[in-house]
């Protein structure tokens, strides 16, 4: 089945470590997209991609880093510059523009201790 | 730039009971309106979808939404809500035509009570 994988599905960190979140789709999808969800705040957009090598930050890019080497891999890593990770990471993916459909993957909790 | 405004956080309704979560938003250009819904621990699936035409749009699960240009608002509805509706409902807007991002509004948490 055509989806987005999320990896790992729970995650801990300890204070000044970098952590990478895996997100991987097999839908063929030109443009994937990161997003954070807190409780009461929606989904605000940390970076997303258009194409392979090519990327763009969103709303809250910063303490964050991405790459875009394959068109189904869009590795989040969160970077210990970032003053609150700990929050529900989203991916998703599109065929193109967003006035398509969004697919999201199933999502990654991040905790730091 | 543009917003959205979701008017309930909270949303309880009985079961087989009719529904609606409000959605408002702001916006210089041309506007693509989405819903989508978030089960626990689960990703988004977007339940409609306008784009343009109709201002009815129905979408799964037999709900539907309304644009409403003048009072730039686009209401989710559904005539009967089942318990398997107890979802947290988005609405999200674009930046224009050809856009990659999408503003999503803060969530209304539906409860169907049994």
């Known amino acids: 089945d055509g989806g987005i994988t999320q990896s790992p599905k729970y995650l801990f960190r300890k204070e000044g470590q970098n952590v990478t979140l895996s997100c991987e789709q097999n839908?063929?999808?030109?443009?994937m997209y990161w997003y954070r969800q807190d409780p009461g705040q929606g989904l605000r957009l940390i970076y997303y991609?258009?194409?392979?090598?090519?990327?763009q930050k969103g709303d809250i890019a910063e303490g964050y880093s991405v790459s875009r080497e394959k068109k189904e891999s869009f590795p989040l890593t969160v970077t210990s510059a970032q003053k609150n990770p700990t929050a529900f990471y989203l991916c998703?993916?599109?065929?193109?523009?967003?006035?398509?459909?969004?697919?999201f993957g199933e999502g990654s909790r991040l905790t730091v201790l | 730039a543009q917003s959205v405004t979701q008017l309930d956080s909270q949303v309880p309704v009985f079961e087989e009971a009719p529904v609606e979560l409000r959605c408002n938003y702001s916006?210089?250009?041309?506007?693509?309106l989405f819903w989508y819904v978030q089960y626990p621990n689960q990703g988004l699936q977007l339940l409609l979808k306008?784009?343009?035409?109709?201002?009815l749009v129905k979408g799964i699960n037999g709900f539907e939404a309304e644009f409403n240009k003048s009072q730039t608002s686009f209401h989710l509805r559904k005539p009967s809500v089942h318990i398997s509706d107890t979802a947290e409902y988005f609405c999200?807007?674009?930046?224009?035509?050809?856009?990659?991002?999408?503003?999503f509004g803060k969530g209304t948490k539906l409860s169907v009570i049994p």
């Open positions: 306008y784009l343009s035409g109709s201002t």
């Open positions: 916006s210089s250009v041309s506007v693509y």
């Open positions: 839908l063929n999808h030109d443009a």
């Open positions: 991609s258009q194409i392979v090598n090519d990327f």
């Open positions: 998703a993916s599109s065929i193109g523009p967003s006035v398509g459909e969004l697919f």
């Open positions: 999200a807007v674009t930046h224009g035509a050809g856009s990659y991002q999408l503003t």
